[in-house]
Every structure is written in C-alpha cells, then in structure tokens.
C-alpha cells in the first residue's frame, strides 16, 4: 500500500477537505471534530464526485412522547452530498444515508507531526 501526501495539518481547519490522486483513484480526506475521514472520490449511485459537495449536519425530526411531529433541528452528526443526484454519506462511515447497503470505500488517514497521508 502507498502513502499520499495530503496536506499539511496546520493547513485543515475544521470542516475542510481535500481530494487527492492516489494512482488513477480520487480520495476525498475530510477534517471535522479533531478527525480525518478517506473515501473513494466516486458516488455508489452514478460515480458522481461524492466528496466534492456540500457538509450538512444532520437533520432530526422532532418527536413529542404524545407522537405528534413538533418539527426539526440539525444534530451534531455530518453528512456530505453528492452534487450529481443528492446522494448522502455519512461522514464517520461513508454509509449511504437513504440505502445503509450502499458505501464509499474507506482509506486509513495517518499523522506524521505536521503532515497528513492518505493510506491507498
């Protein structure tokens, strides 16, 4: 397996990303919460550019113990979007949020002190 250089650690803020070329695969490497997360630049549905869309956090319907819809809020979980067709993932398992069947395959992130390497 080979190591891609990513970046540098002191160049990722929270909720940035880079899509780099491992061989003739796109990774998309996303930093959010102290994490890095790497998946496979193509979209399960259609081969979409899966990791260049937006990050949404996720949204949860409100539900009163009488059942009764009292409307929606954001929770701390993030997704990312396709921006072909919409398709969701998840951004801690690159599962598939409408199909859980569906997900992106996943690379291992390493930290060298300030340097960040994609495992491909």
């Known amino acids: 397996m080979a190591e891609c250089f990513?970046?540098?650690?002191?160049?990722?803020?929270?909720?940035?990303?880079?899509?780099?070329?491992?061989?003739?695969?796109?990774?998309?490497?996303f930093y959010k919460h102290g994490a890095y997360f790497a998946y496979s630049n193509y979209c399960a549905h259609s081969g979409g550019p899966a990791c260049e869309g937006?990050?949404?956090n996720r949204v949860v319907d409100l539900i009163a113990p009488d059942?009764?819809?009292q409307g929606q809020t954001f929770s701390d979980d993030v997704h990312f979007v396709c921006p072909w067709h919409g398709y969701e993932y998840d951004l801690k398992t690159?599962?598939?949020?409408?199909?859980?069947?569906?997900?992106?395959?996943?690379?291992?992130?390493?930290?060298r002190g300030d340097d960040i390497f994609v495992i491909a």
């Open 67 to 69: 059942r009764t819809y």
């Open 94 to 111: 690159g599962e598939c949020v409408g199909d859980r069947r569906l997900k992106l395959k996943r690379f291992e992130v390493v930290r």
């Open 54 to 56: 937006l990050l949404i």
């Open 6 to 29: 990513v970046a540098k650690a002191s160049e990722m803020a929270d909720g940035d990303r880079r899509i780099v070329l491992a061989g003739s695969s796109e990774i998309g490497v």
